[in-house]
């Protein structure tokens, strides 16, 4: 299975400043997911990033807020822009491993806006 | 779309003991995956066990083992001889096949938090 390291592990920000969090793999890898999971909850897929296309956003999640870019098969990153109070919430980002029989997830990226 | 089910938002377990998490999925696919994860204080998602549709065998990892019943669309967890260390949040979660599909994010369900009393 793949390993992804995800940086920053925590972070405390403004409002109205944004945040870039990084996902790099130690493979290639088709797709690349971002989740958010808001405290005590479950994980809600945010987009998901092709390489070389635009990313798929859920329903409720839009570019202008989670710009997501994925230069190349190994890395992708997450901006939440212009944060509020309610983007406080752990982030995470996911790759599927042969093919799709199990999924690999980055360690979070615990956010705080203030 | 798919949708995943648990319905017990918390289980209690006495260390040794069994426990058991059910899952329900909503799906028209014949061929998919199922997982179930545990997510420790530590937030790091753990694969747990997986499941494939087209397999009537029970998936096993050692104290881990689930019930797939297909037609009822169920996917049970039990946990088997409880440690303190399998206290977490354990999350179901449904995927479509890669080969049937080229959409294969994971839905996830609102997640099981597992209590070991010792």
């Known amino acids: 299975s793949a390993v992804i390291s995800q940086k920053p592990s925590r972070d405390i920000c403004q409002r109205g400043t944004s945040l870039t969090i990084q996902c790099q793999v130690d493979?290639?890898?088709?797709?690349m997911f971002w989740y958010r999971q808001q405290p005590g909850q479950s994980l809600t897929l945010i987009a998901t990033?092709?390489?070389?296309?635009?990313?798929?956003?859920e329903s409720g999640f839009v570019i202008d807020k989670f710009p997501i870019s994925r230069p190349n098969l190994t890395f992708s990153t997450l901006t939440v822009s212009n944060m509020s109070p309610e983007d406080s919430s752990i982030y995470l980002c996911?790759?599927?491993?042969?093919?799709?029989?199990?999924?690999?997830f980055g360690s979070g990226t615990r956010l705080t806006v203030v | 779309a798919q949708t995943v089910t648990q319905s017990q938002p918390e289980m209690s377990v006495q260390e040794a003991e069994t426990v058991t998490l059910s899952c329900t999925y909503d799906t028209s696919e014949s061929d998919y995956y199922l997982f179930w994860y545990k997510q420790p204080p530590s937030r790091q998602m753990i694969l747990v066990i997986r499941q494939e549709a087209y397999k009537q065998q029970n998936a096993t990892e050692n104290r881990f083992s689930v019930n797939f019943q297909k037609a009822a669309k169920s996917f049970s967890l039990k946990i088997s001889d409880s440690q303190l260390g399998d206290a977490a949040m354990y999350f179901c979660?449904?995927?479509?096949?890669?080969?049937?599909?080229?959409?294969?994010?994971?839905?996830f369900g609102a997640g099981t938090t597992v209590t070991v009393r010792a």
């Open positions: 493979s290639q890898v088709t797709m």
């Open positions: 996911s790759v599927a491993w042969a093919l799709n029989e199990g999924y690999t």
């Open positions: 990033a092709n390489q070389g296309s635009e990313a798929t956003y």
């Open positions: 979660a449904y995927s479509r096949c890669y080969q049937s599909s080229n959409d294969y994010k994971l839905s």
